[in-house]
């Protein structure tokens, strides 16, 4: 699989400390990044900017170790004082065109979620470094989508625009390979690693079977 020369991360995961099932999350992350996670991005909804902010750092302090991009969902004030590389928004969040306008994230990544193709034509796709297609399947992690792309709604999204896809929503080892051969430059995951009982390993298999 050749690397999109802007997005260069082939194995992303989404991570929040509920998610990892009682496991420390830090220590979830960084056995991933050991198996081959490229980028990772912490994704925490019903804890107060301050806890969010915390968890950051010390996030920040293992992905910045092992040379990782850390990317914050839908907190721009997290973003900004945990000194990520980015931050990924949905629909119901901060637009990448005011992030954009904002000094602090002219030259950070900024992600966003496709949830219709006509999101395809808007400002906001193009002024994002990669588009999340959410959700490719159905899962219980993410329960506030709308479209459930599958892999011919994923090809169809590919024939439409250059910009990095970066497909998430129950991706395992066993369809991996068909979500990249349908169009996808990297696979996000979040239980297929954190719930996982060897996060390197089970990072490590995925990386793999991308790269096949």
Known sequence: ?????SFPYQLYLVISEKDCLGKDFLKVA???????????????KDISTKDFLKKALFLKEI????????????????AEKSAAAGIHVGNNDITPYELRKDGVFQNKLIGYSIEYL???????????DYLGISPIFSTDTKKD?????????????????????????????N??????????DSVAVVSAI???????????????????
């Open 1 to 5: 699989m050749a690397l999109h020369p």
């Open 30 to 44: 960084e056995q991933s990044i050991l198996g081959g996670v490229d980028i990772i991005q912490l994704r925490e």
């Open 63 to 78: 992905t910045d170790k092992h040379n990782t991009p850390l990317i914050i969902n839908d907190n721009p004030k997290v």
């Open 118 to 128: 006509d999101q395809l034509e808007n400002n906001n796709t193009a002024l994002s």
């Open 145 to 173: 989508t709308v479209t459930e792309w599958g892999l011919n709604g994923l090809s169809t999204i590919r024939s439409l625009t250059k910009k990095p896809l970066v497909a998430i929503g129950n991706i395992n080892i």
């Open 175 to 184: 369809n991996a390979s068909s979500i990249i051969k349908a169009g996808a």
């Open 194 to 212: 954190c719930g996982s009982d060897n996060p390197e390993k089970a990072a490590y298999k995925l990386k793999n079977e991308i790269l096949k």
